[in-house]
């Protein structure tokens, strides 16, 4: 029999075939697959027996083959090779490699060793660096084919004498990183989503006012106009906190167009109630009903799949804190302004009706937008 | 995203293609075991493990470097296994990526870049060697045979008009007639050829096979299927394991419709060329064992594609036109290869592939450079009729 010829053993699905099977003759690849799990790495690395014989010798009996004995007792040389020629690194510190066992795996082109690997990390990595330096300078055209999965996406990527590096940054869900994210995405959620900042800025800016005999003058009292700000906000956030919650366990569920259109009708009668007050002391109680509405109106950014359930209710605080330090930016800019700038005619008259012409044109435009079909 | 799925940027079906046989690839074949007894033979270890074990470690000049990359690339002609073209190149390493490196180191790189078909940067590697050596035979000889490859016959013909005087008279002149033969001249190519075979007897085994394959390729592609059987014969009796002479008479007798006889010829093989035929003939014969050849072919593809190259685009193509009948894909891989490849074969795949995804107009830069070339095949006349 020629050297090469025969192919190993069997091919796992091809078992039957086994005695007729030949292998055909590929360049070096060698396939490390790795699950990052917080700190935690594990996985595993293939290596055809005859490049690891290139390594160190293997055959020590020299009889031209090679035994699971002679591989098992190299298993200490190999591993502590191996693990020089694998580097891992998370946000910049060393997670140690280790090889925990020897297993061997038939594959299309021959037979494998199948190192088991582990690797432990001083801190679930956000970005990890891999160094791959296998047999290249015996054989350049040796690839290393790397699939790497961490929180539940998939990153692939071939080592090469010219690519010994990979970086990944990986959307590893730790508790801080999505109290992190979440926090942001609910300040921009507020300050990117018009609707909500508008909603409530149509309602907080007449807060300053007075509405007395058919017409509105500044409010003289600024603890009343405390409190009144005070009641909007706090209604609007217990109100959507309410439904935000339970959308997000998928306890009560509401198709999004109907809730898109019902935030911009809402946008539309807080400007209207502005020009020709329907409802005055009970702003509040206008928040917190509307407030359901776009509580419901949050909830898909929360609702990904990414998110795994354990650190659903701490993104969905987070997400609710980063709401209300938007919210609380929003009031703190525009009430004080609002307050000195009450007692102007301009203010009261052009002001209060352009502006909530605009907004009330916009929330028109929006309902139009998400009512219509198509 | 909308207008995702059907994008017609055929990269990025491959690059998403490529994700997934990189993931399914490394996830396939996941059955470790423990072999339960120490004396269980795992795999028999080829001669170039210890020849090449320790290569790295020792620092050797230039020219020893390269004759011992000569000996891995002859090794790998015979083995066809491509971690011998690995060892040379790591032989290289100290000078590979210099611009002009030692005259054997050129001509080796030359040699590697040519079989990975990286035909520019070979051609450049030998024209820098010329330009020092301008006798050398080998890269007269390396230079035409990929301008050849190419489809550049009258460039490849020039270099071997060089060889005259430089080489045995014998090589120079199979050179120069079986160009002769591609380059509108078959019939009396052909006839200088049978006069060359009385100097046949003297030459090494490696030239004989080639002088074989010339003179059967210029008989098929004249008609005279008879003749070239015989002459594959020969060949074979004189170079049993050439994998070239190997696969064309496959490929003759596959057309003969004895698959049969192929089978036996190619049955074992360890190199993706031969294991396609031995899938057309184990398809042709309908038989049991042709599923698992296919797998293993398709795998193979898979493997090389993963190392993101793609070696095999010649047989791909013809996988995909003759096994799988997909006639687009197999258009779209006979075009690649027929910008990268332009032999007899590389033509007809294309016209054929063409043909069968009912796009005659996309087989139009094969006539342009077939009126060009002024090749004559027998095997094209089916597509080149008006």
């Keep these: 029999m020629s050297p090469g010829r025969r192919c190993a053993g069997a091919f796992a699905v091809l078992a039957l075939f086994a005695s007729e099977l030949v292998c055909a003759h590929r360049p070096s690849d060698a396939f490390v697959e790795l699950d990052v799990t917080r700190e935690r790495i594990e996985g595993h690395w293939q290596i055809a027996l005859r490049d690891l014989a290139l390594l160190i010798e293997l055959d020590s009996d020299a009889d031209g083959a090679l035994d699971w004995g002679e591989l098992r007792a190299a298993q200490a040389g190999l591993s502590s090779m191996l693990t020089q020629a694998l580097e891992l690194e998370a946000d910049g510190e060393t997670c140690p490699l280790n090889v925990d066992d020897l297993l061997v795996n038939d594959r299309g082109d021959g037979r494998y060793a199948w190192f088991v690997l582990s690797a432990q990390c001083p801190q679930p990595p956000e970005h990890l660096r891999l160094d791959y330096r296998l047999l290249f300078d015996l054989d350049p055209t040796h690839r290393g084919i790397l699939v790497l999965r961490a929180g539940g996406a998939t990153h692939t990527a071939v080592f090469a004498p010219d690519a010994t590096v990979a970086g990944f940054d990986l959307d590893l869900p730790s508790p801080w990183r999505a109290f992190r994210d979440y926090l942001r995405e609910g300040v921009w959620h507020i300050w990117i989503g018009l609707d909500h900042a508008l909603f409530l800025l149509a309602l907080l800016l007449p807060a300053v006012l007075v509405y007395e005999n058919q017409q509105w003058r500044g409010a003289t009292r600024p603890r009343s106009v405390l409190i009144e700000v005070l009641a909007v906000v706090t209604a609007f956030t217990v109100a959507h906190s309410i439904t935000l919650s339970l959308a997000v366990f998928g306890w009560l569920r509401v198709p999004g167009t109907l809730v898109e259109a019902l935030i911009a009708l809402s946008v539309l009668l807080a400007a209207l109630n502005n020009l020709r007050p329907v409802v005055l002391r009970w702003r509040w109680a206008a928040a917190f009903g509307f407030g359901l509405v776009h509580g419901f109106g949050f909830a898909p950014v929360l609702v990904e799949p990414g998110l795994p359930q354990a650190l659903r209710a701490l993104a969905l605080f987070a997400f609710n804190l980063g709401v209300e330090l938007g919210q609380i930016a929003i009031v703190a800019l525009a009430v004080p302004l609002a307050y000195l700038a009450r007692d102007t005619r301009f203010y009261r008259g052009p002001l209060r009706v352009a502006g909530s012409l605009v907004v009330a044109a916009l929330a028109s435009l929006w309902l139009l937008q998400r009512t219509l079909p198509g | ?386």
């Design chain 2, 1 to 386: 995203m909308k207008g995702c799925s059907d994008n017609p940027d055929p990269r990025h079906k491959r690059g998403f293609w490529f994700l997934v046989s990189l993931i399914v690839g490394a996830s396939v074949q996941a059955a470790p075991y423990r072999p339960a007894d120490d004396a269980q033979i795992l795999v028999q270890l080829p001669a170039s493990v210890s020849l090449a074990r320790g290569l790295g470690a020792t620092k050797r000049s230039a020219d020893s470097a390269a004759r011992l990359a000569e000996i891995f690339i002859k090794r790998a002609r015979i083995t066809g296994d491509p971690r011998d073209l690995g060892h040379a190149q790591g032989l290289l390493a100290p000078w590979w990526n210099q611009e002009n490196p030692p005259e054997r180191v050129l001509l080796m790189r030359a040699t590697l870049r040519q079989s990975r078909h990286e035909f520019a940067d070979a051609l450049r590697d030998l024209d820098r060697l010329l330009a020092r050596r301008p006798h050398d035979a080998q890269a007269h000889l390396t230079r035409a045979t990929i301008l050849r490859a190419q489809g550049r016959y009258a460039e490849a013909r020039a270099a071997c008009a060089e060889l005259h005087g430089y080489t045995h008279v014998f090589v120079a002149t199979l050179c120069t007639q079986s160009l002769r033969g591609l380059n509108g001249e078959l019939k009396p190519a052909a006839a200088a050829l049978q006069l060359l075979r009385a100097g046949l007897r003297s030459q090494p085994q490696a030239i004989a096979a080639w002088y074989y394959a010339e003179a059967a390729d210029l008989a098929v592609r004249a008609g005279d299927a008879r003749s070239a059987l015989a002459l594959y014969q020969s060949g074979l009796r004189r170079a049993r394991d050439d994998h070239d002479l190997r696969a064309a008479y496959a490929d003759l007798l596959l057309e003969q419709q004895r698959a049969a006889e192929a089978l036996v010829l190619v049955e074992g093989a360890t190199i993706e060329a031969l294991r396609l035929r031995e899938a057309l003939a184990l398809k042709a014969l309908n038989h049991a064992r042709f599923a698992q050849a296919d797998a293993a072919l398709r795998e193979g593809f898979a493997a090389a594609r993963r190392r993101g190259e793609d070696p095999h685009l010649r047989e791909e193509a013809r996988y995909a036109l003759e096994v799988q009948q997909d006639a687009p894909a197999a258009l779209s891989l006979a075009q690649q290869n027929f910008s990268v490849q332009r032999e007899p074969v590389d033509a007809r795949l294309l016209l054929a592939a063409a043909a069968a995804a009912n796009r005659p107009e996309m087989a139009e830069p094969v006539r342009r450079w077939l009126d060009e070339s002024r090749l004559q095949d027998v095997r094209l006349t089916p597509w080149l009729r008006p």
